[in-house]
């Protein structure tokens, strides 16, 4: 049986094989304190409904899901956007491209210094038996 060509089946082969090409660090407890952190999408500011993760810089163009690339979306956003260069599409859309860069800047400072705070303090050694 002839694999299927359709238009969807190739796109989800060619992202599979661009997931598989890259390696990914972010955790589930980054990812939940980056929509801690956010509070809705990082683009339009909608709350309240699910967010999926969005790469500031694509995984077509060399990004990946790490801490400092990625930013929850709602899916409007995140389908509209696509793999297009950030500063660009929000020009398109008419979003407020220097809120955006001020907050994710902001966002990463906090969740760097959150994540030195932790090394810097590892858990208590348990107690002596």
Request: hydrophobic letters at 35%; proline letters at 6%.
């Amino acid at each position: 049986m002839p694999a299927s060509r359709t238009r969807r089946a190739r796109a989800a082969s060619k992202r599979k094989r661009r997931m598989a090409g890259v390696e990914h660090d972010l955790s589930p407890s980054e990812w939940t304190a980056l929509q801690e952190a956010w509070g809705g999408c990082a683009y339009c500011g909608a709350t309240g409904g699910p967010v999926q993760k969005d790469c500031v810089l694509p995984i077509s163009r060399g990004g990946r899901y790490t801490l400092l690339n990625v930013v929850p979306a709602c899916a409007s956003c995140n389908a509209s956007k696509c793999n297009d260069e950030v500063t660009g599409w929000l020009r398109r859309k008419r979003l407020d491209e220097r809120a955006f860069l001020a907050r994710l800047t902001a966002v990463q400072a906090e969740l760097r210094r959150d994540a030195t705070a932790t090394e810097a303090c590892p858990a208590a050694p348990p107690a002596a038996r």
